[in-house]
C-alpha cells in the first residue's frame, strides 16, 4: 500500500512504521471474520483513522497492546475486538442520517449501531495517533474500499477553536468536502492497494483537530463512519505516534 500526498507523491519517510506494518495489516485482512449483515467495510487509511492506526501499532507491537497510549487504553476499555476489525465502525441503517441520530460524544463510533464495539475510540483526548498537515494545503484523502460500493463521501473538518479535550460534538464539525463515487487503486479486496481516493482542498486551520468523514452508501442504508486526528504545523502526512 502507498501512502499517498499532493501530487500523488510518495509520503515522507516518517511514515516508516505505517508503512512497514500495512502489508501485515493486508494479509491479516483476509482472516478477519466479516460482521454479519454487513457487506461493505472501510475507514480512512490516509490521514489515518484512529482505528486503523491502532490496529497497525497493535501489529507491530506484537503483545495486543498498541504502544501509544491513547490506543492502550481504548484495547484496555473494550479489547482487541474493534482493532481487528478496524473497517467496521458501521451502521447498517444509518441511511445517511447525522445530527439527532448520532448523539454528540459518540459520532467517532456512529453511535454505537454496529456489530462491534468502538466506544472507546470516542474518547475525547490529544494523544491518538495523529497526522501532520499543513493548512491550506491540498491532499489525497484515501479510504479503505475492501468492499466496494457506489455512494457519497462527506468530509468534515473540526473548527477553528475546538477544544480536543470535550467529546466530539455535530456543532463542532463544518462540512468541507463531499463526493460520490471516487475511483478507485487496485480492486476491492485485493493486496495491491485497495482504496477510493480524491483530492481535498484543505481549509485554513491550526492546532489539533479531528477529521470525520461519513460514508453513505447509495445502495444500501449502510454507513460507515471515520475519525482521523490531524494537526495543522505544517506537516506533510508525517505520523506522531
Known amino acids: 500500500m502507498a501512502i ?21 495489516a493486508l494479509l491479516a485482512f483476509v482472516g478477519v471474520s466479516m460482521p454479519a449483515p454487513a457487506s461493505a467495510h472501510g475507514v480512512a487509511m490516509y490521514p489515518g483513522s484512529r482505528t486503523y492506526l491502532c490496529y497497525l501499532d497493535m501489529l507491530e507491537s506484537g503483545n495486543q497492546t498498541p504502544s501509544n497510549p491513547a490506543c492502550a487504553d481504548a ?6 475486538t474493534p482493532l481487528y476489525n478496524w473497517f467496521a465502525v458501521l451502521d447498517s441503517n444509518g441511511g445517511g442520517r447525522t445530527e439527532g441520530y448520532i448523539p454528540d460524544g459518540e459520532i467517532c ?3 454505537h449501531n454496529g456489530p462491534y464495539d468502538f466506544s472507546s475510540y470516542n474518547a475525547a483526548r490529544t494523544d491518538w495517533p495523529t497526522t501532520h498537515l499543513t493548512s491550506g494545503a491540498n491532499i489525497e484523502i484515501q479510504y479503505s474500499n475492501w468492499a466496494a460500493h457506489p455512494g457519497d463521501f462527506d468530509v468534515y473538518l473540526t473548527k477553528e477553536g475546538w477544544n480536543p479535550n470535550q467529546p466530539l ?5 463544518e462540512l468541507v468536502d463531499s463526493v460520490t ?6 480492486s476491492a479486496g485485493s493486496n495491491g492497494g485497495y482504496y477510493y481516493y480524491w483530492d481535498v482542498q484543505l481549509p485554513e ?14 445502495d444500501s442504508q449502510e454507513n460507515f463512519y471515520s475519525c482521523s486526528d490531524v494537526v495543522f504545523d505544517g506537516g506533510n502526512g508525517e505520523i506522531s505516534w
Do not use: C, N, Y
Request: glycine share 12%; charged share 20%; net charge positive.
Open 205 to 218: 486551520r491550526s492546532g489539533q483537530h479531528i477529521m470525520f468523514i461519513h460514508w453513505i452508501r447509495s
Open 109 to 111: 463510533s456512529g453511535g
Open 75 to 80: 484495547v484496555a476499555e473494550t479489547g482487541t
Open 4 to 24: 499517498r500526498t499532493e501530487g500523488r507523491k510518495k509520503s515522507p519517510a516518517r511514515l516508516t512504521k505505517s508503512l512497514s506494518v500495512a502489508g501485515t
Open 169 to 173: 460534538s455535530w456543532s463542532d464539525l
Open 181 to 186: 463515487d471516487p475511483p478507485q487503486s487496485g
